[in-house]
């Protein structure tokens, strides 16, 4: 007779990676408890699982103290605002998420006995002066620029964690995750694959920030997620990139997508955003060696599923998208 179902609680659990997160240890058979407060998470993520045995969602704020009666194994902490849209729109939630919300699910996994994951981010190297990112870089961030609340929040995220598996021996992981994109992200988020594919749908410009030199690597979300799943099943406790190394600048992508949707829309220039990270591209030789881990999904494929789930959005949610704002917020 196997063990009892491992119990694992996912915070952000309706937001995007937590969503996918919720459905693979769901599908795994864990017992899974779903924790969100729903300002940037949308319900609609995960209502499919609902009616399933294995699953339970606690609306809860996890920077106020989180409680969770019974025995929990892991706990994976993905709640926070994740783009420049909701760090401008809630900087202090932002700063709170990863620091006071990091401290009190750090308390619980000491509680429990768990092991617990936190999703840190590539922001922790901020504008970067090497190129690609190895996790032995320290990072170029800008303490007090629009980005600082979230790249701070998570650099402390980082360290808090540390601190917790070094003088408390706790059971720790530390994801550092690129550019990720999939079904669910927002449609609304300021994203620039969301952006640009809303703008498709609703025959708009594309707008490319700055000159569209600056460089990005898209990681399609399944293979995200099944590197995040052997970071936790793995014995490393020390920070590692999950990314997906195909870089491309803004402008060949906004042209890749405009091929994509097989629309004709023009490609328009607007002002780079203070602090907008001019290149970025993850080292993934230690996922390697590792995880023996390394992405799958080519970036057309996985862009031709994105925009399948963009397309089957209503005319009503594809055109109360906020983008629009977002190059007014961005600015000193
Ligand atoms: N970007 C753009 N047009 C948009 C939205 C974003 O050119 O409508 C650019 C943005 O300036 C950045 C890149 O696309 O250089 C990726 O932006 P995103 O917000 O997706 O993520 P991040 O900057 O955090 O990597």
């Given at each position: 007779m196997a063990d009892r179902m491992k119990r694992v609680l996912i915070t952000g659990a309706a937001g995007f990676l937590g969503s996918h997160l919720c459905d693979r240890f769901v599908q795994e058979g864990y017992e899974v408890i779903g924790m969100d407060n729903l300002i940037t998470g949308d319900l609609k993520n995960i209502e499919h699982l609902f009616k399933l045995a294995n699953f339970e969602f606690y609306h809860h704020d996890v920077t106020k103290f989180v409680h969770v009666p019974g025995k929990v194994d892991y706990i994976l902490h993905f709640a926070s605002p994740a783009s420049p849209i909701d760090y401008l729109k809630i900087p202090i939630q932002t700063l709170k998420v990863g620091s006071l919300g990091?401290?009190?699910l750090l308390g619980l996994a000491k509680e429990k006995q768990a092991r617990i994951l936190i999703a840190s981010t590539s922001e922790v190297y901020g504008d970067p002066l090497v190129h690609p990112q190895s996790e032995d870089y320290f990072g170029n961030v800008n303490t007090i620029g629009p980005r600082g609340v979230y790249d701070e929040a998570k650099r402390f995220q980082e360290s808090i964690t540390m601190a917790y598996h070094r003088f408390h021996g706790l059971d720790t992981r530390i994801a550092r995750i690129f550019n990720t994109y999939g079904p669910r992200m927002r449609l609304n988020d300021g994203r620039v694959i969301p952006a640009f594919m809303g703008q498709a749908l609703r025959g708009e410009d594309i707008t490319v920030?700055?000159?569209?030199?600056?460089t990005r690597s898209f990681c399609y979300v399944d293979d995200q997620i099944e590197g995040i799943y052997r970071l936790l099943l793995s014995d490393y406790h020390l920070p590692i990139n999950i990314g997906n190394p195909d870089e491309i600048t803004i402008l060949d992508f906004a042209e890749e997508i405009?091929?994509?949707?097989?629309t004709d829309q023009k490609i328009v220039f607007e002002p780079l955003p203070t602090d907008d990270p001019l290149q970025r591209q993850p080292d993934i030789t230690k996922a390697k060696e590792v995880l023996d881990w390394e992405p799958k999904v080519e970036r057309?494929?996985?862009m031709k599923a994105t925009f399948n789930y963009f397309k089957s959005l209503t005319?009503?949610?594809l055109f109360k998208s906020e983008h629009?704002?977002?190059?007014?917020?961005n600015r000193h």
């Open positions: 990091t401290h009190n920030f700055g000159d569209g030199m600056q405009i091929k994509l949707t097989e057309a494929e996985g005319k009503e949610e629009k704002d977002f190059s007014k917020h």
